[in-house]
């Protein structure tokens, strides 16, 4: 019997059935250890030693390995085809090497681009060492990734009070999405007018032909940029006699797109249906790990990690043969397509997402899929076999028009064009975004029947204002196709870095577009200033190159560490000089249109307009960024960070406004903005009563009935009929109210406080009892059964007071925010769950928690020691960093 080891308990339990008696299969739930979140995981002393930590879920998956290869005839590594399913691969292989469980055994590493019983049983007939290379690429990229985000990190909070974290791919990408800001920012319109006339032909038929041409010389797109050039050129064309000069019609050929890589399966799921990156590759990951089609469990994709844009010759041949059986002989081309990407540092390391079989079409598959698998599926099954059929033949019609007035001419022209034969089409055409064509060839329409030396009537002369439009915001969609283009990141970290920096709430997502929040644009701003070159996009393409040349075995890892760590560090050394004052110049100036837009009367957008002589300026609090005035504490005027609060300053002065008096204490309320934002409040002094403004209140709306129902908080509402004690509503740091016997229930609106009863109040405390304490209770109902843990007990996701949740017994873990809660997986659940139980320190049985060791940290040998069957090498015990030779970081920082 031999074990063999995969990543999830999807894929064990397929490639299981198809392997038979003489194999157990197990799941080692991804990684098996990790870096610890903490400093001194990464040491650049000790020749970048890398010590590794096991929590307590991991290890319990090892035992269970290891005690099934006890009695086994050998080990097979079967991990996902690409760098993360090496590393793990090597993970636990090293794993076990220390416990001394492999011994002679032998060892062998598998590969499978797809989870069918073919393609599993060619990889166990073919195995192979692990590849060291790969696997040293992972070290590489781990061990830059720590040593950025653990070292830049912590200065960015000493120096930016406010700001989570930075990063070697997710701060390039966010400069990304603030540069295009910016670009938006310093966008200028430019107004411009298109004339066009309708047309009539002798035979009656109408068309609409565009001015091309005037006075002998071309038009450019977008020459004519007033209304009076454009009445002068309509006036022209209304009195104008037309004849056609000639006409001319070309047959054109377009071709299909190659089949999906990771980018562009995210890039067309987002356009289409859409699919954020993430839900993108969480559908994508069941349907490669298999689905259950009456009976057979088989996976209906290709590996969905991929840059690569080729197919294997026999998927080319079953296309080729599904084309002619679904679409007809016609449709099949001479010869098979073959394609090359054109993505920069593309490794092509794998086939090309498509489907495992192309018999399996969408109809026939729809029956055992929920509605987005069976959507994503249709899209690459759609795409994978029209990157196999013959070109779309496409007729392409021009018309060349002089209009005559008294000799005055001007040219127009009509253009159109017709689908001669659908070829591809007929499968899938792309959807572009932001308004761009599609690719039907049919965009500019079909023309009449138009012949030369025709004339035409003139039917309207249309002429209609235009203005340019600045760039649009990246999507996720087009982000990753940005970060393609540039040579950043890969295939497998497109999604984990768009989530990172919704996390970090560097972004907002509105309308499918990216937004950076204030947070995030300071950030930038501050790594632009003083780490210029950790966020270029050629150095970061360029390191993203040299970790693919270690992939390839061209590059010594360590080399790589040594040259950057070298350059790095001293740069982090420079910024322990640094005053942050320093860092405020530099950042009024690289914010100064977003922080100080210019005001309508021409005056100097950092004078404060409250005392008049003071300069604004950046300041930094505990709670991050505000804008202060350099007269404190004789002013003491603020305003939040951003440029919603920088358009409104006039409607948010900290100058007092007064709003009326108190009818019961006769002191005067105002309204006034403070570095949190607006408020109201009721005398002077420290004794003052304040009350944030609610959210959706705008500063202007506020008068003096709203302040005293604000100041009059917290209202009572009645006594409970069981406990006679007073239930009182109210406005706190989380949202409105209820209050009773010091249990809060939140209410939905600001309105609920100053309107609900008392049969509505006691309803909402009873429904939040009923959830018990936290919203998390037993009792609390369950959104969605997910399945057994593999130890025993039932997975469910409810609902709580900080949203929803995945339960395992006494196990609670959140959803990531913007999780779908109908959408989450077992796989999900699980690895929820154990970060949860490692994090709290918590040991699983059965669904019950109780305190655990705390997990050992340990370093691992070198990839090419770990790599030999029959290495039993000692691990070495992990040096002490030199003090002097690593900057001093936070003990506790997250991982970047």
Request: aromatic share 6%.
């Amino acid at each position: 019997m031999n074990v063999v080891v995969v990543e999830s308990p999807a894929k064990a339990k397929t490639i299981n059935k198809y392997l038979g008696p003489g194999y157990k299969v197990l799941a080692s739930f991804g990684h098996v250890r990790d870096l610890p979140a903490k400093d001194g995981s990464v040491l650049p002393d000790d020749d970048f030693a890398m010590l590794w930590e096991v929590d307590a879920s991991s290890a319990k998956r090892m035992k269970d390995i290891g005690d099934a290869l006890k009695s086994s005839d050998g080990l097979i590594l079967a991990t996902d085809p690409d760098r993360e399913g090496e590393a793990i691969s090597w993970h636990v292989l090293d794993l076990l090497r220390k416990k001394k469980l492999i011994g002679d055994k032998p060892v062998s590493r598998v590969v499978f681009n797809a989870i069918t019983k073919k393609a599993v049983l060619d990889a166990m007939a073919n195995p192979r060492d692990i590849d060291v290379p790969l696997v040293d690429a992972y070290l590489a990229r781990r061990a830059l990734d720590y040593l950025v985000g653990f070292n830049l990190s912590p200065v960015l909070w000493r120096k930016l009070p406010g700001a989570r974290s930075a990063g070697r791919v997710q701060s390039v990408a966010l400069r990304l999405v603030c540069d295009r800001e910016a670009e938006i920012e310093r966008f200028v319109s430019e107004e411009y007018w298109n004339l066009s006339a309708l047309l009539k032909t002798p035979r009656g038929d109408e068309f609409e032909a565009r001015l091309v041409s005037a006075d002998g010389k071309r038009l450019q797109p977008r020459a004519v940029t007033n209304g009076e050039d454009a009445g002068k050129l309509k006036a022209l064309l209304e009195s104008a006699s037309y004849v056609v000069d000639s006409v001319e019609a070309k047959p054109v050929k377009r071709n299909p797109s190659p089949p999906f890589t990771t980018s562009t399966l995210q890039q067309a799921a987002s356009s289409k249906l859409g699919f954020s990156a993430s839900r993108t590759m969480q559908v994508a990951q069941k349907l490669y790990e298999g689905v259950d089609l009456g009976g057979e469990t088989v996976g209906l994709i290709t590996y969905m990690r991929t840059d690569g844009v080729q197919m294997a010759a026999e998927a080319i041949d079953a296309a080729r043969s599904a084309i002619a059986d679904q679409f007809g002989a016609r449709y099949v081309p001479d010869k098979a397509r073959l394609y090359s990407t054109k993505a920069k540092n593309a490794q092509e390391a794998h086939e090309a997402v498509r489907p495992t079989d192309f018999t399996r079409t969408p109809d026939q598959v729809k029956r055992f899929l929920d509605a987005d698998q069976l959507r994503l599926y249709d899209l690459i099954w759609k795409r994978g076999i029209a990157s196999q059929m013959a070109s779309a033949e496409i007729e392409r019609t021009t018309a060349e028009i002089t209009a005559d007035n008294k000799g005055e001419k001007a040219g127009l022209r009509a253009v159109g064009s017709v689908i001669r034969f659908d070829g591809f089409i007929a499968a899938y055409t792309d959807q572009k975004e932001d308004g761009e064509q599609s690719d039907d060839g049919d965009e500019d329409g079909r023309l009449p029947e138009i012949n030369a030396r025709e004339n035409l009537a003139k039917q309207k002369i249309n002429s209609t204002q235009h203005f340019t439009e600045p760039p649009p915001r990246y999507s996720e969609a087009s982000l990753i196709k940005k970060m393609e283009e540039l040579g950043i990141g890969r295939p497998s970290t497109y999604a984990a870095t768009l989530k990172t920096l919704s996390d970090r709430e560097y972004v907002v997502t509105d309308k499918r577009k990216l937004i950076p929040e204030a947070k995030g644009r300071l950030v930038t701003a501050f790594l632009e200033s003083f780490f210029t070159r950790y966020v270029e996009y050629d150095f970061t393409a360029s390191l993203e190159e040299k970790l693919d040349q270690i992939s390839a075995g061209e590059l010594n890892y360590k080399d790589v560490l040594r040259d950057f760590w070298k350059d790095f560090f001293a740069q982090i050394e420079d910024t322990k000089e640094l005053r942050v004052t320093n860092v405020l110049d530099a950042l009024n100036e690289e914010l100064a249109p977003l922080v100080f837009p210019k005001r309508e009367d021409g005056s100097d957008p950092r004078t404060c307009q409250v005392c008049g002589t003071g300069k604004l300026s950046l300041k930094l609090g505990r709670n991050g960024a505000f804008i202060g005035c350099s007269n404190y504490p004789e002013c003491k005027y603020t305003r939040p960070f951003g440029a919603e609060a920088a358009n409104g300053e006039a409607g948010v002065s900290n100058e007092p406004q007064a709003l009326g008096k108190d009818p019961h204490t006769g002191e005067e309320i105002t309204l006034r903005s403070g570095r949190f934002g607006p408020y109201v409040q009721r005398g002077d002094g420290k004794e003052a009563k304040r009350s944030s403004l609610p959210k959706g209140w705008a500063p202007d709306s506020i008068d003096h009935e709203k302040a005293l129902a604000l100041l009059s908080l917290p209202r009572d509402i009645g006594a409970h009929p069981e406990t006679g004690k007073m239930i009182s509503s109210g406005l706190g740091r989380y949202g409105p109210f209820i209050l009773h016997d010091g249990k809060y229930a939140n209410v939905e609106s600001i309105e609920d406080v100053f309107s609900i009863g008392l049969n509505r109040a006691v309803s909402v405390l009873a429904d939040k009892a009923a959830k018990g304490p936290g919203g998390r209770g037993a009792s609390a109902a369950a959104l969605k059964e997910i399945g057994e843990h593999p130890d025993g007990g039932a997975i469910t996701v409810r609902d709580g007071k900080y949203g929803p949740y995945v339960n395992w017994g006494k196990v609670n873990a959140t959803l990531p925010k913007g999780k779908d809660p109908a959408s989450v997986t077992l796989d999900e659940s699980l690895v929820l769950i154990a970060e949860r139980i490692a994090k709290a320190g918590l040991k699983p049985a059965k669904g019950k928690a109780t305190k655990a060791a705390k997990p050992k940290a340990e370093k691992a040998e070198g990839a090419t020691k770990a790599a030999k069957p029959k290495a039993a090498a000692k691990p070495k015990t992990a040096a002490k960093p030199k003090a002097a030779a690593k900057p001093k970081t936070a003990a506790k920082a997250k991982k970047a």
